[in-house]
């Protein structure tokens, strides 16, 4: 049944014969409007061709309705039906005949495109000439002959309703059916413009084998051109090896067809025009057709995918440590050689077996439940964090190990690649660290960066008197005076910033925490430790409260010796100045020159150990002598003790800072008394004027350089050094022997004496 036809039938139900009378109501068609309609039939009748040709003439008038009026089909079929219309509409009986006559006419003008309007118009003209031809059967009563028009256009009003609305709702199909039209043809243009674009290899076949359709993509994969392609069997495009069994599971798909992928688990391949197999990957989905079902087939060529995963096998295969990679069931589907030696299975033994295999049975039970978790979230991450996890060979041992976790995306689905690393050796390791850490003299204490104390020995419970479970876990500033607690945490990141070995505290004084409160002075040593953990510091603490006690002694013992060394340097300075006052009340009491000038020289000696007596005594140090400010001293207190006029011999000292031992420093400056005071005596006669330089200076080898030289009138060139009778140059030459030192002079212009002597 048409659609249309349809439509007209739901339109008719509309009006059952009750409801045909409730609509005739509506038109307010009485009794008498029946009897007056019975009345004026034959005025209908006798003129029926007049009135259909009023009607048609008002038609004729419109390009519009040319459909009606050319006498064509469509005219001929609109004429019967309107004259059948009009026998009807004054037969008095108006049920479901009349109602299904009105409805094809109103068709019929909907498919010769009649607009509505024009068909009022015509309607109009022709009830014009049946009132004319009413109007005639009363001559007399013009009013019975209106009322008995007026009864007509009421049952001809009724059928405008029913003609309209066919016309209405068979204008409203055809639009449908246009629309729809319209809709598959887009969607059929659609779906060909997809199947053109789509980046994988499209190929329709139905259920003969024979190829209907391929895209663009298909030909580049396959190296064919379309027009090869088509007509021509699906085994075309399939290895010579697949191809016998390939017509049955054609049939099978064909007998259930649903979307699937094709050959589930198995590897599939393409064959190309040059003869060249590729690795594919096939979805099938049925599609319905007016030829019935094909399928269509998306064919993705996985060749990039396979050379990764064959890359991706090997840098799993040459991994270092064990790989297995665990399907979300539980089941092994990789391993590679360093998991068969760790474990000590054959690869074939593996694959395929459930993990819980290389689990202890101990931890068995729990293993599935935690895997369940980790595929309910999966990312990487350790496996295991803050518990000890082992493994377990073929042959039933143990032993510890640490997994990484890698969630991997694969055409199977979500799966882990475990990276399994035996650490044996690393536990042996540590345990024997952690024997040496017990064994240590000292207390031990390692520290995470968050300042947490992870390990101690027993030396560490002895030294702050707490029980090791006391300590572990809790803060390190728990073992650190309140006084001092404040600022240790940043002292602690100022370490794991820049953590190298060193001892903490340098030139301060540290202090530990006992566990009754009491504090105690201590030494630290910090080491950095890389553990798994992270980095952690491990200090060496040594309790040094008995150190102290003895440096307190023996800061006391120098003091001691400092003040009474002190005391002796203060009376021999003080003894050798009464021997020096003795002299000069000795030299009032002399009138022989020679014997003054040996008492004076004898002064000037005793003057020179008593300086340097004086400024060990001054400087605090009663170990060295600052040579430099010792010659400052000494040389013009010699110049103004012979009598010389500081304007006639002017006097140059250069000295460097040079520290010498006491047992240096005396003879040096005997030496240099000595020749200070020979230039004095000899080199300037006569009023003569001049210059006496004193020079002093270290040297890179340990020993120093010191010279007395002066532009006097020089030494004689027979005087022997050797030989001399004189005691100040005898004491110089006995002086430099035991200083250890060499002396060096050079006579005239200037005459200069250079003494090397060792500093220690």
Do not use: W
Request: glycine share 6%; proline share 5%; net charge negative.
């Amino acid at each position: 049944m048409s659609e249309s036809r349809s439509v007209l039938l739901f339109r008719v139900t509309e009006f059952a014969p009750s409801n045909i009378e409730r609509r005739l109501e509506f038109v307010d068609l009485g009794t008498d409007d029946r009897a007056r309609i019975t009345a004026v039939r034959p005025a209908v009748l006798e003129h029926l061709d007049e009135h259909v040709a009023a009607f048609f003439d008002h038609l004729a008038k419109f390009e519009e309705a040319r459909g009606l009026t050319d006498h064509g089909e469509l005219f001929q079929d609109a004429r019967r039906l309107k004259r059948a219309h009009l026998v009807a509409m004054v037969s008095g009986e108006y049920g479901r005949e009349y109602i299904d006559q009105r409805f094809r006419l109103g068709q019929l003008y909907s498919r010769a495109a009649l607009e509505v309007s024009i068909f009022m118009g015509a309607f109009h003209s022709l009830m014009g000439s049946i009132g004319v031809r009413v109007m005639e059967r009363f001559p007399k009563d013009p009013v019975a002959g209106f009322e008995h028009f007026t009864s007509l256009k009421k049952i001809a009003f009724f059928d405008i309703a029913i003609i309209v609305d066919a016309m209405m709702a068979d204008r409203e199909q055809t639009i449908r059916q246009q629309q729809e039209a319209i809709r598959e043809l887009s969607t059929a243009t659609l779906q060909v413009k997809v199947v053109e674009a789509a980046p994988n290899a499209i190929v329709m076949v139905g259920p003969t084998g024979l190829i209907e359709l391929v895209n663009l993509q298909a030909e580049s994969t396959f190296g064919y051109e379309r027009a090869e392609m088509l007509g021509q069997p699906i085994e075309s495009l399939i290895p010579e090896r697949f191809r016998r069994g390939h017509p049955k599971l054609r049939s099978v798909f064909f007998a259930d067809p649903k979307p699937r992928p094709m050959g589930a688990g198995r590897d599939l391949y393409g064959l190309k025009k040059d003869g060249s197999e590729f690795p594919i990957e096939i979805g099938l989905n049925p599609i319905e057709t007016d030829e019935g079902v094909k399928v269509l087939s998306a064919i993705v060529d996985i060749t990039s995918r396979k050379q990764l995963e064959d890359r991706f096998r090997q840098v799993v295969e040459s991994a270092p440590n064990a790989m297995v990679m665990i399907a979300a069931s539980g089941q092994i589907v990789m391993v590679n050689t360093q998991a068969e030696k760790v474990f000590g299975y054959e690869r074939a033994e593996l694959l395929g077996s459930s993990i819980e295999m290389l689990v202890p049975d101990r931890f068995r039970g729990h293993h599935p439940e935690l895997r369940a978790s980790f595929f309910t979230n999966p990312e990487a991450r350790p496996m295991g964090v803050g518990r000890d996890l082992y493994g377990k060979r073929k042959d039933g041992s143990e032993f510890p190990i640490e997994i990484g976790l890698n969630p991997i995306e694969t055409e199977e689905g979500p799966m882990v690649l475990s990276a399994i690393v035996d650490i044996s050796s690393r536990k042996r390791l540590e345990e024997r660290f952690r024997r040496v850490v017990e064994a240590a003299p000292n207390a031990m204490v390692m520290i995470s960066a968050a300042g947490r104390i992870e390990m101690v020995n027993a030396q560490a419970e002895l030294v702050f008197g707490y029980e090791r479970a006391e300590m572990l876990g809790r803060s390190i500033e728990v073992l650190v005076p309140e006084r001092f607690r404040a600022h240790h945490p940043a002292l602690r990141t100022s370490f794991f910033s820049d953590p190298h070995s060193r001892p903490m505290g340098a030139g301060r004084d540290l202090y530990g925490l006992k566990k009754d409160g009491s504090e105690f002075p201590v030494e630290i040593g910090l080491n950095p430790i890389e553990t798994e953990e992270g980095e952690m510091v491990l200090s060496a603490i040594v309790d040094i409260s008995d150190r102290k006690q003895k440096e307190e002694r023996i800061h006391a013992a120098l003091k001691e010796k400092d003040t009474l060394l002190g005391e002796i340097h203060h009376r021999v300075k003080n003894n050798l100045q009464v021997i020096h006052s003795l002299l000069d009340l000795q030299s009032d009491l002399v009138n022989d020159d020679k014997i003054l000038g040996i008492l004076r020289e004898s002064q000037n000696r005793i003057r020179s150990m008593a300086l340097i007596h004086q400024t060990l005594y001054e400087s605090k140090d009663f170990v060295q002598v600052d040579f430099s400010n010792f010659l400052e001293t000494l040389a013009p207190t010699l110049i103004s003790s012979y009598g010389v006029d500081s304007d006639r011999v002017v006097l140059s000292i250069d000295a460097v800072e040079v520290l010498l031992p006491i047992n240096t420093a005396i003879p040096c400056g005997l030496v240099v008394n000595e020749l200070i005071s020979n230039a004095l005596k000899h080199a300037f006669p006569n009023g003569r004027m001049g210059e006496i330089r004193i020079a002093l200076a270290p040297e890179a080898d340990g020993r120093a350089t010191m010279s007395v030289s002066d532009n006097g009138v020089g030494i004689a060139a027979d005087l022997d050094f050797a030989q001399t009778t004189t005691l100040g140059l005898q004491l110089v030459a006995m002086l430099t022997d035991q200083l250890g030192g060499d002396l060096d002079v050079h006579r005239v212009n200037p005459t200069r004496f250079t003494l090397r002597f060792p500093i220690e």
